[in-house]
Structure formats: C-alpha cells, structure tokens
C-alpha cells in the first residue's frame, strides 16, 4: 500500500528524503553531545546531497555492457547470435531524451533480436500516451524483432483500481505493446530459424515471490519445444530460476530484471543481494546461465552506483 502512494504521488518521496529524514537526523543531533550532534549534521546534508545526485545524475546514466556466453548445444548457425536486453523502463519515470539515447545504444548494437524482461509501466498504461514513448520504442530495430514479457507493475497492483479495470488496463498494455509489432509472451515462445536448425524464444509470466504476481508456466511457455532445442527462457523475477526453471525445464539462458541491482551499489555489492541470491549480472549453475540486468529505472527514479544499462548478449557455440 505505501509502494501505491510513493509510486503514484512522486512528490511524496522527494519530502520524504529531501525534508522528513534529514530533520530526523537534526533532531537526533539536538538530542546529543556536540561531538555527535556534527556526525548527525553531516549525515542530514548527505542525505540531501546523495538524493539529488541519485535523482538528477544517477538516473540519467546510460551504460551498455557486453557479455558472451558459450553453450555446448547452441546451433551452430546461431554461433554470434547477439540478444540485446533491455529491462524496467518504467516509462513514467523517465523523460524523453533519455528513451531516446536508450533506442539508439540499443541499434547501435545492431541486435539479432532484442528483449525487454518486464515492468513497462510505473502503474498504468495512460504512461505510454505521450508524444516520445511509442514513437521512439517503434524505433527499435532487430532482424528477428522484439519479444517482450510482463513484469510485476505491468499487472495494474499499484494502482487504486478494481479487478476489472487492472485487467483492462493489461489488456491495453499488451495491445499498445503488439501494436509496435513486439511478440509479447505470456506463457507462450518463438521459434527462430536459420539454416534448417533453431532455437526456442519462451516467455514466462511474472513469477514472483510474496505479493507479486505468481503466474508463470513453464508448460505451456515451451509447448511445441523438445529436449535438444537451445531455450533463452524470459522471466521478469529471477527468483523463478531456482524455484521452477532450473527444476522444470532445460532452458540453457534465462534473462531477467526485477531487481533494478538494487538502485544502489558500492564496490560491486548491492543490497537486492540480501533478498535476492541473484541480483544483478551472470551467474552459472551445471552450465546453465542467468542474466540478471540493472534495468533503466524504477518507480522510484534514483539511482547511485547501479547504473541504469544495455546489455548485449552475444551466443558462441563452444568448441
């Protein structure tokens, strides 16, 4: 419920960092020693500082990383293959300039196929109605298009509305999305072909944990898919590879987003990584892989060291 509040009453946050916590740490100076009282000062203007450093220069950083990752069974016609992953757009939050650098580093790459892993939408899909998100998102370019999966705020759960009208509004989402000829995958997949072979495009619903939307299905996201087919696999929370992609399915790449790496980050660690055992980056278990990206923005727009990015993903069939 206070998620609801912040999310959709911005300002909200900016007197709750800016105002209520450092007037909290000069009350608690007042309180102590003189010595202490300057640690409590500081802290107050830190505070101030870091926020409107998160906010108005954190956030509107753009890094694109590379990643490659090798596979004994990849198809040999899809040795280079390159996946570009984009993630947490949260059009609400962003402005139009910075969709716009996020477009072009996404070409820029020149991707076989791109694919966003969840969470359009700060809210709602009145977010996209504007004059820079559809024409700039229609810019994307890939020789095998755009597939796309839901994340948990692409459901309507941080709004004040009903049932019907969340459902509506996914409905509008999903229809907005399909209009720019993106495949959105909700427990359904692609089959790219080259050559004669191929290889399996599956997307899972959100699959969360506690109050996210638990909807994924790994049976019907694969129907049509066998044992040897190569499968990147897309699920927005990346607590579902351990709880039912790495126990139910052979997908050999699992993309994901979700956790924003926590909108902080010092030295590599992040707090995401008390709640979530993978949190940002590539991790390995048996050969099988998971990418987890940092994602471009959040509900919160405020980012400090976990800068918001593009990740090329390039496949090589290992020798």
Known sequence: MIARYLINYPLLVDLLWLVVVPLLFV?????????FRIIMYCLAGLTIAA???GKYV???QLEVRTVELSFPDLP????GYRIVQFSDLHVGSIDG??????VDSINAQHPDLIVFTGDMQ????????????????RRLEAKDGVCAVLGNHDYGDYTFYDEKTKVDNRGFLMTLMQDMDWYVLTNDRRFIRR????????????DGEGRFPQLGNIQMSLYGANRNDFVVMLEHDPTAWRRKILRHCHAQLTLSGHTHGGQFSVFGWTPASLHYRECMGVYEIGGRYIHVTKGLSGGIPVRIGATPEVVAINLRKAK
């Not at 009350?27 to 010595?35: A, D, E, N, T, V």
């Open 195 to 206: 050559d004669g072979q191929r290889i399996v495009i599956a997307g899972m619903e959100n």
């Open 97 to 102: 300039d910075f969709l716009r650098r996020v």
């Open 51 to 53: 926020y409107l450093y």
């Open 76 to 79: 040999e016609a899809f040795d």
């Open 58 to 60: 954190g956030a509107r």
């Open 122 to 137: 700060n809210a709602e899909p009145s977010e996209l109605d504007s004059v820079t998100v559809l024409p700039q998102l």
């Open 27 to 35: 009350g608690i100076g007042y309180l102590l020693r003189k010595k």
